[in-house]
């Protein structure tokens, strides 16, 4: 799944995020710990600190597990504004975050990697709001139509 996924992920820029954002990613996001200058700057992409600490986007979030125990979490947000080799003006940012559970994973040995891997990849996407290409968030995101059925229309 993941890697479906991240294949048709296309992404077209990166912002760098608030530096009290990037440092609190580290630790447990909560209101307290992000300055109110860094939660209008969330905000004006579309994320949001609801009132026990969770982070929140308004156009959704998917949440994918690997088999090492990493958690990817892709929460989308508005539109960006037309960004650097963008086609079209519905590109959406993307923040992703990174977690990790040792006990979800298949063995003790890929919750050993797991555990370095979710590090390093925190490290990495920490810093940056991602843009995503307009076609590329409709391909992933699930529409009203595709998680209700018709009265009387079974799957």
Partial sequence: MLDSL???LRITGVLPKPAGVTAT???ELTRSSISSEDRADLARKGFYLATNGQLVSNRGEIVVQ???????TLRFGDVAPGAEGSTSDGNR???IMVDFDP???ETPGLAAEGGDKARLLRVRFAPWYYIIAADTFKD?????TDLIARAGVGP
Avoid: M, P
């Fill in 66 to 72: 690997t088999k090492r125990g990493v958690f990817y």
């Fill in 103 to 105: 006990s979800s994973a």
């Fill in 140 to 144: 992933i995101r699930l529409g009203r």
């Fill in 25 to 27: 990613l580290s630790q």
């Fill in 6 to 8: 991240t294949s048709r």
């Fill in 93 to 95: 940012y993307l923040f």
